[in-house]
Protein backbone atom coordinates (compact mmCIF):
# COMPACT_ATOMS: atom_id res chain seq x y z
CA UNK A 1 0.00 0.00 0.00
CA UNK A 2 2.67 2.46 1.04
CA UNK A 3 4.93 1.31 -2.14
CA UNK A 4 1.64 1.77 -4.51
CA UNK A 5 1.00 4.92 -2.32
CA UNK A 6 4.82 6.22 -3.18
CA UNK A 7 4.29 5.34 -7.16
CA UNK A 8 1.41 7.59 -7.15
CA UNK A 9 2.90 10.62 -6.03
CA UNK A 10 6.42 9.85 -7.89
CA UNK A 11 4.37 9.90 -11.02
CA UNK A 12 1.99 12.91 -10.38
CA UNK A 13 5.41 14.93 -9.35
CA UNK A 14 7.29 14.05 -12.43
CA UNK A 15 4.05 14.57 -14.31
CA UNK A 16 3.84 18.06 -12.78
CA UNK A 17 7.89 18.97 -13.32
CA UNK A 18 7.12 17.70 -17.34
CA UNK A 19 4.59 20.33 -17.08
CA UNK A 20 6.34 22.63 -16.17
CA UNK A 21 9.44 22.61 -17.69
CA UNK A 22 7.54 21.70 -20.95
CA UNK A 23 7.07 25.50 -21.19
CA UNK A 24 9.45 27.56 -21.38
CA UNK A 25 7.95 31.07 -21.73
CA UNK A 26 7.80 31.18 -25.55
CA UNK A 27 4.42 30.40 -26.19
CA UNK A 28 1.19 31.42 -24.45
CA UNK A 29 -1.73 29.84 -24.16
CA UNK A 30 -3.65 31.38 -26.68
CA UNK A 31 -1.01 30.04 -29.80
CA UNK A 32 1.11 33.02 -29.13
CA UNK A 33 4.91 32.79 -30.37
CA UNK A 34 7.70 34.82 -28.06
CA UNK A 35 10.59 35.03 -30.50
CA UNK A 36 13.76 35.98 -28.83
CA UNK A 37 16.04 38.44 -31.17
CA UNK A 38 20.02 38.51 -29.85
CA UNK A 39 21.77 41.40 -31.59
CA UNK A 40 24.59 43.64 -30.30
CA UNK A 41 25.11 47.75 -30.88
CA UNK A 42 22.22 49.56 -32.06
CA UNK A 43 20.82 47.78 -35.10
CA UNK A 44 17.65 50.15 -34.92
CA UNK A 45 14.85 46.93 -35.20
CA UNK A 46 12.29 48.71 -32.35
CA UNK A 47 10.16 49.81 -35.05
CA UNK A 48 10.20 46.72 -37.17
CA UNK A 49 9.38 44.86 -34.53
CA UNK A 50 6.60 46.81 -33.92
CA UNK A 51 5.41 46.43 -38.07
CA UNK A 52 5.81 42.54 -37.80
CA UNK A 53 3.70 42.16 -34.21
CA UNK A 54 1.16 44.49 -36.21
CA UNK A 55 1.20 41.97 -39.18
CA UNK A 56 1.39 38.70 -37.34
CA UNK A 57 -0.77 38.94 -34.27
CA UNK A 58 0.39 35.59 -32.83
CA UNK A 59 4.02 36.77 -32.59
CA UNK A 60 5.59 38.33 -30.12
CA UNK A 61 8.86 39.69 -30.17
CA UNK A 62 11.83 40.48 -27.19
CA UNK A 63 15.12 41.88 -28.30
CA UNK A 64 18.12 40.94 -25.70
CA UNK A 65 21.13 43.40 -26.59
CA UNK A 66 24.30 43.56 -25.42
CA UNK A 67 25.88 46.89 -26.41
CA UNK A 68 29.56 45.87 -26.89
CA UNK A 69 30.24 43.36 -29.62
CA UNK A 70 33.50 41.85 -27.27
CA UNK A 71 30.54 41.35 -24.60
CA UNK A 72 28.12 39.80 -27.13
CA UNK A 73 30.58 37.23 -28.46
CA UNK A 74 31.52 34.84 -25.56
CA UNK A 75 27.79 35.22 -24.92
CA UNK A 76 26.93 33.33 -28.43
CA UNK A 77 30.31 31.48 -27.97
CA UNK A 78 28.95 29.87 -24.92
CA UNK A 79 25.18 29.35 -26.24
CA UNK A 80 26.17 27.39 -29.17
CA UNK A 81 28.44 25.04 -27.63
CA UNK A 82 25.92 24.19 -24.99
CA UNK A 83 23.64 23.92 -27.27
CA UNK A 84 21.19 26.41 -25.27
CA UNK A 85 20.30 29.70 -24.32
CA UNK A 86 20.39 31.42 -27.50
CA UNK A 87 17.57 33.78 -29.36
CA UNK A 88 15.30 32.15 -31.77
CA UNK A 89 17.21 34.39 -34.31
CA UNK A 90 21.06 35.81 -33.64
CA UNK A 91 22.88 38.33 -35.02
CA UNK A 92 26.51 37.07 -36.31
CA UNK A 93 29.44 39.92 -36.69
CA UNK A 94 31.67 38.99 -39.97
CA UNK A 95 34.47 38.17 -37.61
CA UNK A 96 32.24 35.92 -35.87
CA UNK A 97 30.76 34.06 -38.99
CA UNK A 98 33.56 32.48 -39.96
CA UNK A 99 33.37 29.83 -36.87
CA UNK A 100 29.99 29.20 -37.62
CA UNK A 101 30.28 29.05 -41.55
CA UNK A 102 32.71 25.86 -40.16
CA UNK A 103 29.86 24.53 -37.94
CA UNK A 104 26.39 25.02 -39.97
CA UNK A 105 24.66 21.97 -37.70
CA UNK A 106 24.04 24.47 -35.16
CA UNK A 107 21.81 26.71 -37.78
CA UNK A 108 18.61 26.02 -39.46
CA UNK A 109 19.33 26.18 -43.18
CA UNK A 110 17.19 28.76 -44.54
CA UNK A 111 17.34 27.17 -47.85
CA UNK A 112 14.29 25.18 -46.21
CA UNK A 113 11.99 28.12 -45.40
CA UNK A 114 12.36 30.47 -48.89
CA UNK A 115 15.62 31.50 -49.13
CA UNK A 116 17.01 30.58 -52.09
CA UNK A 117 14.31 33.18 -53.63
CA UNK A 118 16.01 36.30 -51.88
CA UNK A 119 19.44 36.26 -53.42
CA UNK A 120 18.37 38.79 -55.63
CA UNK A 121 17.85 40.98 -52.99
CA UNK A 122 21.74 40.59 -52.10
CA UNK A 123 24.98 41.37 -54.19
CA UNK A 124 26.95 38.21 -54.78
CA UNK A 125 29.27 39.21 -52.25
CA UNK A 126 26.79 39.41 -49.37
CA UNK A 127 25.39 36.85 -50.06
CA UNK A 128 27.83 34.32 -50.79
CA UNK A 129 29.01 34.70 -47.42
CA UNK A 130 26.06 33.32 -45.72
CA UNK A 131 26.01 30.31 -47.80
CA UNK A 132 28.41 26.71 -46.69
CA UNK A 133 31.10 26.42 -49.12
CA UNK A 134 29.45 23.44 -50.99
CA UNK A 135 26.15 25.85 -51.73
CA UNK A 136 23.93 23.55 -49.98
CA UNK A 137 23.14 25.83 -46.89
CA UNK A 138 21.98 29.63 -46.06
CA UNK A 139 23.06 29.97 -42.73
CA UNK A 140 23.06 33.79 -42.81
CA UNK A 141 21.06 36.51 -44.40
CA UNK A 142 23.10 39.81 -44.30
CA UNK A 143 22.09 42.91 -42.80
CA UNK A 144 24.56 45.42 -43.19
CA UNK A 145 28.04 46.63 -44.29
CA UNK A 146 30.46 49.37 -43.76
CA UNK A 147 31.45 51.36 -46.48
CA UNK A 148 34.89 53.00 -45.61
CA UNK A 149 36.11 56.25 -44.95
CA UNK A 150 38.51 58.62 -42.75
CA UNK A 151 37.00 60.32 -39.53
CA UNK A 152 39.33 63.36 -39.20
CA UNK A 153 38.79 66.70 -36.76
CA UNK A 154 38.56 70.15 -38.82
CA UNK A 155 39.40 72.34 -35.48
CA UNK A 156 42.66 70.15 -34.94
CA UNK A 157 43.18 70.41 -39.01
CA UNK A 158 43.05 73.72 -38.67
CA UNK A 159 45.60 74.11 -36.21
CA UNK A 160 48.17 72.13 -37.82
CA UNK A 161 47.94 74.49 -41.13
CA UNK A 162 46.10 71.67 -43.37
CA UNK A 163 42.78 71.62 -45.31
CA UNK A 164 39.78 71.28 -43.71
CA UNK A 165 37.14 70.86 -46.19
CA UNK A 166 36.79 66.92 -46.88
CA UNK A 167 37.50 67.34 -50.96
CA UNK A 168 40.64 68.97 -50.27
CA UNK A 169 41.69 66.66 -47.48
CA UNK A 170 40.83 63.39 -49.35
CA UNK A 171 43.45 65.11 -52.31
CA UNK A 172 45.73 64.76 -49.05
CA UNK A 173 45.96 61.14 -48.66
CA UNK A 174 45.29 58.70 -51.68
CA UNK A 175 47.68 56.12 -50.23
CA UNK A 176 48.60 55.34 -46.78
CA UNK A 177 52.32 56.35 -47.57
CA UNK A 178 50.53 59.77 -47.99
CA UNK A 179 49.02 59.58 -44.63
CA UNK A 180 52.00 58.89 -42.63
CA UNK A 181 53.53 61.47 -44.33
CA UNK A 182 51.33 63.94 -43.46
CA UNK A 183 50.92 62.72 -40.62
CA UNK A 184 54.24 63.43 -39.78
CA UNK A 185 53.80 66.64 -40.85
CA UNK A 186 51.14 67.37 -38.50
CA UNK A 187 52.17 65.47 -35.56
CA UNK A 188 55.32 67.73 -35.72
CA UNK A 189 53.35 70.70 -35.44
CA UNK A 190 51.16 69.28 -32.45
CA UNK A 191 52.29 67.97 -29.93
CA UNK A 192 49.54 67.22 -27.63
CA UNK A 193 47.44 65.19 -30.35
CA UNK A 194 48.17 62.14 -32.26
CA UNK A 195 47.79 61.84 -35.35
CA UNK A 196 46.05 58.65 -35.45
CA UNK A 197 43.65 56.78 -32.45
CA UNK A 198 45.81 53.77 -32.96
CA UNK A 199 47.15 51.04 -35.23
CA UNK A 200 44.57 48.53 -34.91
CA UNK A 201 41.95 50.22 -37.28
CA UNK A 202 44.71 50.66 -39.93
CA UNK A 203 45.75 47.30 -39.41
CA UNK A 204 42.07 45.98 -40.12
CA UNK A 205 41.07 48.26 -42.97
CA UNK A 206 44.47 47.93 -45.02
CA UNK A 207 43.81 43.88 -44.77
CA UNK A 208 40.53 44.29 -45.98
CA UNK A 209 41.70 47.07 -49.26
CA UNK A 210 45.07 44.32 -50.04
CA UNK A 211 42.94 40.89 -49.27
CA UNK A 212 40.01 42.27 -51.69
CA UNK A 213 43.24 43.68 -54.52
CA UNK A 214 44.58 40.66 -53.86
CA UNK A 215 43.87 36.87 -53.59
CA UNK A 216 40.13 37.42 -52.46
CA UNK A 217 41.27 36.57 -48.32
CA UNK A 218 42.90 37.49 -45.53
CA UNK A 219 43.77 34.82 -43.00
CA UNK A 220 41.72 32.10 -43.99
CA UNK A 221 42.27 30.99 -48.01
CA UNK A 222 38.80 29.89 -49.74
CA UNK A 223 39.51 25.80 -48.11
CA UNK A 224 39.96 27.27 -44.55
CA UNK A 225 43.02 26.70 -44.43
CA UNK A 226 45.49 29.24 -41.99
CA UNK A 227 47.23 31.00 -44.28
CA UNK A 228 48.10 34.68 -42.08
CA UNK A 229 51.50 33.83 -42.02
CA UNK A 230 52.16 33.24 -45.74
CA UNK A 231 49.47 35.66 -47.73
CA UNK A 232 51.18 38.78 -48.67
CA UNK A 233 47.91 40.73 -48.02
CA UNK A 234 48.43 39.92 -44.45
CA UNK A 235 51.91 41.16 -44.59
CA UNK A 236 51.17 44.37 -46.19
CA UNK A 237 49.33 45.52 -44.00
CA UNK A 238 51.11 44.59 -40.84
CA UNK A 239 53.84 46.57 -42.35
CA UNK A 240 51.83 49.21 -43.12
CA UNK A 241 50.46 49.58 -39.57
CA UNK A 242 54.03 49.54 -38.01
CA UNK A 243 54.92 52.13 -40.00
CA UNK A 244 52.62 54.31 -37.66
CA UNK A 245 53.97 52.64 -34.55
CA UNK A 246 57.39 53.49 -35.72
CA UNK A 247 56.96 56.96 -36.01
CA UNK A 248 55.08 57.56 -33.05
CA UNK A 249 51.76 58.56 -34.61
CA UNK A 250 49.17 56.85 -32.43
CA UNK A 251 47.69 57.18 -29.00
CA UNK A 252 47.38 53.56 -29.04
CA UNK A 253 44.09 52.91 -28.58
CA UNK A 254 41.38 50.30 -29.91
CA UNK A 255 37.69 51.19 -30.85
CA UNK A 256 34.84 51.31 -28.47
CA UNK A 257 37.24 50.67 -25.64
CA UNK A 258 36.71 53.24 -22.53
CA UNK A 259 39.77 54.65 -23.18
CA UNK A 260 39.24 56.02 -26.94
CA UNK A 261 35.81 56.47 -25.79
CA UNK A 262 37.15 59.01 -23.19
CA UNK A 263 39.61 60.38 -26.14
CA UNK A 264 36.71 61.12 -27.89
CA UNK A 265 35.90 64.14 -25.52
CA UNK A 266 39.42 65.40 -25.61
CA UNK A 267 41.83 66.19 -28.50
CA UNK A 268 43.83 62.85 -28.31
CA UNK A 269 43.64 62.11 -32.04
CA UNK A 270 43.10 63.72 -35.15
CA UNK A 271 41.77 61.09 -37.29
CA UNK A 272 40.34 57.52 -37.20
CA UNK A 273 39.74 55.09 -40.06
CA UNK A 274 35.22 55.06 -39.50
CA UNK A 275 33.39 52.63 -41.69
CA UNK A 276 29.91 53.76 -41.95
CA UNK A 277 28.55 51.82 -39.08
CA UNK A 278 31.38 53.79 -36.46
CA UNK A 279 29.92 57.67 -37.36
CA UNK A 280 26.81 56.79 -34.72
CA UNK A 281 29.43 55.80 -32.14
CA UNK A 282 31.72 58.49 -32.58
CA UNK A 283 28.74 61.09 -32.25
CA UNK A 284 27.60 59.27 -29.32
CA UNK A 285 30.82 59.40 -27.52
CA UNK A 286 32.17 62.43 -28.10
CA UNK A 287 28.79 64.31 -27.47
CA UNK A 288 28.69 68.02 -27.07
CA UNK A 289 32.41 68.45 -27.16
CA UNK A 290 32.19 66.59 -30.37
CA UNK A 291 29.61 68.81 -32.47
CA UNK A 292 30.44 70.67 -35.37
CA UNK A 293 34.23 69.09 -35.09
CA UNK A 294 34.48 65.67 -36.87
CA UNK A 295 34.31 65.52 -40.65
CA UNK A 296 34.50 62.82 -43.00
CA UNK A 297 36.73 62.23 -46.14
CA UNK A 298 37.72 59.21 -48.57
CA UNK A 299 40.17 55.96 -46.81
CA UNK A 300 43.42 55.98 -48.36
CA UNK A 301 43.88 53.31 -50.53
CA UNK A 302 40.61 53.00 -52.73
CA UNK A 303 36.82 52.14 -50.89
CA UNK A 304 36.63 49.43 -49.41
CA UNK A 305 34.50 47.81 -46.54
CA UNK A 306 34.83 46.94 -42.83
CA UNK A 307 31.90 45.01 -41.40
CA UNK A 308 28.70 43.97 -41.73
CA UNK A 309 26.25 40.96 -39.82
CA UNK A 310 24.03 38.44 -40.98
CA UNK A 311 21.16 37.01 -39.16
CA UNK A 312 20.96 33.36 -38.71
CA UNK A 313 18.22 31.06 -36.80
CA UNK A 314 20.05 28.70 -34.13
CA UNK A 315 18.78 25.22 -34.99
CA UNK A 316 17.98 24.88 -30.86
CA UNK A 317 14.99 27.49 -31.20
CA UNK A 318 11.76 25.52 -31.42
CA UNK A 319 10.22 27.80 -33.55
CA UNK A 320 11.86 27.40 -36.85
CA UNK A 321 10.03 28.48 -39.01
CA UNK A 322 8.94 31.38 -37.32
CA UNK A 323 11.87 32.28 -36.38
CA UNK A 324 13.30 32.16 -40.17
CA UNK A 325 10.08 34.48 -41.38
CA UNK A 326 11.53 36.80 -39.33
CA UNK A 327 14.50 36.91 -40.59
CA UNK A 328 14.07 37.30 -43.90
CA UNK A 329 11.35 39.93 -42.59
CA UNK A 330 14.60 42.07 -40.90
CA UNK A 331 16.79 41.85 -43.89
CA UNK A 332 13.84 42.19 -46.46
CA UNK A 333 14.42 45.41 -48.72
CA UNK A 334 11.39 46.54 -47.24
CA UNK A 335 12.53 46.38 -43.86
CA UNK A 336 15.80 47.81 -44.33
CA UNK A 337 13.97 50.94 -46.15
CA UNK A 338 11.98 51.40 -42.64
CA UNK A 339 14.77 50.72 -40.39
CA UNK A 340 16.73 53.25 -42.32
CA UNK A 341 13.91 56.22 -41.48
CA UNK A 342 14.24 56.34 -37.95
CA UNK A 343 18.30 55.87 -37.66
CA UNK A 344 21.35 54.41 -38.93
CA UNK A 345 22.40 50.93 -37.60
CA UNK A 346 24.76 52.55 -34.98
CA UNK A 347 22.81 56.20 -34.18
CA UNK A 348 21.89 57.11 -30.81
CA UNK A 349 18.08 57.71 -30.82
CA UNK A 350 17.43 61.42 -30.57
CA UNK A 351 18.62 63.42 -32.57
CA UNK A 352 20.35 66.48 -31.64
CA UNK A 353 18.55 70.00 -32.12
CA UNK A 354 20.31 72.58 -33.71
CA UNK A 355 23.50 70.68 -35.03
CA UNK A 356 25.13 70.57 -38.22
CA UNK A 357 24.65 67.80 -40.44
CA UNK A 358 26.81 64.45 -40.61
CA UNK A 359 27.52 63.68 -44.27
CA UNK A 360 26.75 60.67 -46.07
CA UNK A 361 28.16 58.12 -46.91
CA UNK A 362 29.62 57.02 -49.81
CA UNK A 363 27.52 53.88 -49.70
CA UNK A 364 25.23 52.78 -47.85
CA UNK A 365 25.98 51.11 -44.38
CA UNK A 366 22.13 48.92 -44.49
CA UNK A 367 20.89 46.22 -47.28
CA UNK A 368 18.96 48.11 -49.29
CA UNK A 369 19.16 50.62 -52.15
CA UNK A 370 16.39 53.91 -51.00
CA UNK A 371 18.35 53.11 -47.20
CA UNK A 372 21.25 55.25 -48.07
CA UNK A 373 18.77 58.45 -47.74
CA UNK A 374 19.22 58.18 -44.48
CA UNK A 375 23.14 57.34 -43.79
CA UNK A 376 24.55 59.12 -40.74
CA UNK A 377 23.54 62.84 -40.07
CA UNK A 378 25.24 65.15 -37.83
CA UNK A 379 28.29 66.60 -39.03
CA UNK A 380 28.64 69.20 -41.71
CA UNK A 381 26.86 69.72 -44.96
CA UNK A 382 28.09 67.18 -47.32
CA UNK A 383 29.45 68.60 -51.02
CA UNK A 384 28.18 67.80 -54.04
CA UNK A 385 30.75 65.37 -55.13
CA UNK A 386 30.75 63.64 -51.75
CA UNK A 387 27.14 63.05 -51.48
CA UNK A 388 26.07 59.29 -51.30
CA UNK A 389 25.38 56.79 -53.86
CA UNK A 390 22.57 55.23 -54.23
CA UNK A 391 23.32 51.52 -55.39
CA UNK A 392 21.97 48.08 -54.83
CA UNK A 393 21.28 45.70 -51.89
CA UNK A 394 24.83 46.16 -49.78
CA UNK A 395 26.30 47.89 -52.03
CA UNK A 396 29.20 46.47 -53.22
CA UNK A 397 32.82 47.41 -52.06
CA UNK A 398 35.41 47.77 -55.11
CA UNK A 399 37.43 44.06 -54.41
CA UNK A 400 37.45 44.06 -50.77
CA UNK A 401 35.34 40.97 -50.37
Known amino acids: MRRGLSTAVAA ?4 GLAVACGDDGDSGGDGTVELTVDVFGEPGYEELYKQYEASHPNVKIKQRKVSSLDDFKPRIQQWMATGSGAGDVVMLEEGILPLYMQQPDKFVNLFDHGGKELEQNFVSWKWQAGVTPDGKQLVGLGTDVGALAMCYRTDLFEKAGLPTERDEVSKLWPTWDEYLKV ?3 FQSKMKDSKWLDGPTAVWRVTVLQQAGAGPGYSYFDKSNKLVFDSNPA ?13 NKLTADMSIFTPPWQTALKRDTFATVPCPSWMLGGIKEFSGDYGKGKWDVASVPGGSGYWGGSWLAVPKQTDHAKEAAELAKFLTSPEGQVARSRPRTSSRPRRRPRRTRRWPRPRTSTSTTRRSVRSSARWWRRPSPSTSARRTRTCARPSRTS
Open 234 to 246: VKSSFDTALKFEQ
Open 12 to 15: LLVG
Open 183 to 185: GQD
